[in-house]
């Protein structure tokens, strides 16, 4: 029977997936599916925790699984506009590479 | 007299934004530019609405905050936006040309239209007392500002400004989000007054849990607020956005992040554990933010950069504010620190603007021998940078001290003494944009700078206010929450 830390850790480790790869990656696309990793991390942790820790009336706390449903929602508008301004930049520049981003420099 | 709830400006906000961007799909022949006088118009409106406001009823108010801070942050937003649009009149025709379209004025439509959305979510935020609140605002306010930020498509500076701001906002919502999982995973609640109740009652709830969350939350606030070290989005993302976005970007998102910032910490603070803790890591921000931003201005020789690094400056002295928000005049301080520093900024971009346009870019050696060229302009764009480095008898100069003198009643005696050495920093590339306008010939080539009867009706305003609130800032003192 997994309890709430097994949910945390798996959780943790999405997490640290999506932060590694937005830090480590080079390709603007994958640094965008690590971003995404890591909202579904906090989609988790959140059903999760209000599962495991039921409010007076025995239900699971209702906020947090509201919560997850927003965060479903913003990731999707977010998903939309980023991908479109990806798209431009592939567009101008023909790159999908953080380091051919070099027009505005110190 | 008739009153409205509080609810029903941001409606009514996005009903402006709905009907125009209607408008504009319908009349395909109209002017773009009337959009924008319609948003204006609509904005005076709803501007003049938040004067007759009446308490909403109970059950909002787990989620919806219609305290005075609220309402203030909402007429903040208003006047912002309204600036922002005044210039982006003026900046439209730059627009036009970086912009894919068969038809003249093509695509221009939205770029009047999107900033009248932000500023709905800008206004929810000002109001926003429950973290799925917040969380919902701020990203209203984020996306449609990866949008405008991107704009201009053809051109690769706004481009990639825009790619920078949406993976530095996309990571930075990330972390707000599973820092706002942490606490309620610990208390068991997401509205603020509840969260506050449950700290109190349990105060030993896992310490450690709980400050990772708050941690993981100040990180993504100061993201929001250009705060060191979390600023390396700014600079870039400021030179390349559309000048009225930068304004915007500078002005709106900065102040909605100070209120949404006090509004969080508030219930931590009560718990004296956490108190110190929260504190110390607020002084260590702010330390770091004072001193990055006003060294890393010294060599700029762009004056959107100089700017962008000079909001990163100001960012470090309102959070000197909040890491002193123990002080009871903390928090009018911050306020009265944010109302000036609107003025001065939208006063500095009021001028960039049309000088930008007459020279063809915007480093700081444009302005060479503007005090000959356009002494009018020429004497507002001394009065803003004489302002932003804090000159007496400026709004600048009083924002400072009273940010300050809350800081001394708190003991934070380090901060003061690294604000005002990074004070005196602050005139030096300030006062550089001054010597090229006064004491450097101007080009031989220099055209004459068209200017709008708008554009200098604003920005005479916001110079007379500076002034004036400057020397006699007791009235408005008064009616600051």
Redesign the interface.
Known sequence: MPTLAHYLFV?GGL?AI??LG?LLRRN?LI??MG?EL??N??NL??VA??RF?P?HDGLP?Y??Q??VF??IT?AA??VA??LA??V??FR??QTTHVED?D??K? | MAMISALALEICVVCVGIFLLMADAFYVHLDKRALAYGGIFGLLVVFAMTFFIEPVPKEYLAFYADDSLGIFFKRFALLGTILTLILSIEYAPVVERFIPGSKPGAGLGEFFVLPVFTCAGLMWMASAAD??MI??AL?LVT?SF??QV?YM??N??S??????Y??LG??S???L??G???I??MT????LQKISGALLFFPQASQTALLFGIGLVLVALGFKVAAAPFQFWV??VY??APTPVTAFLSVGSKAAGFVVLMRVIEPFLAVPVINAKLVAALQVLAGLTLIYGNLAAMPQTNLK?LLGYSSIAHAGYLLVGVASVGSPSAGRAIVFYLLGYLLMTFLAFLVLIPVAKAAGGDDIAHFNGLGRRAPGLALAMLISMLSLAGLPFTVGFLGKFFIFEAAMREQHYALVAIGVVTVACGFYYYLKVVRAMYWQPAPADAGPIEVSALTRFAATFLAALILIIGIFPKPILQILP
Do not use: N
């Open positions: 959780s997490f999506g932060l937005v603007i640094i965008f971003l890591m909202l991390a906090a942790s959140l925790f209000s820790h409010g706390g906020s947090a509201v919560f927003f965060i913003v508008a977010e506009v980023g301004i990806i431009a930049l101008a520049k981003l027009t505005l110190f | 973290f799925v969380f919902c990203e996306i990866y949008i991107a498509r053809k690769q500076a481009l990639e400004a825009g790619t920078k949406l993976i996309a990571l919502t990330g972390f989000v599973y706002i999982t942490w309620y995973g068991g609640q997401t509205g600079p870039d030179q390349g950069r």
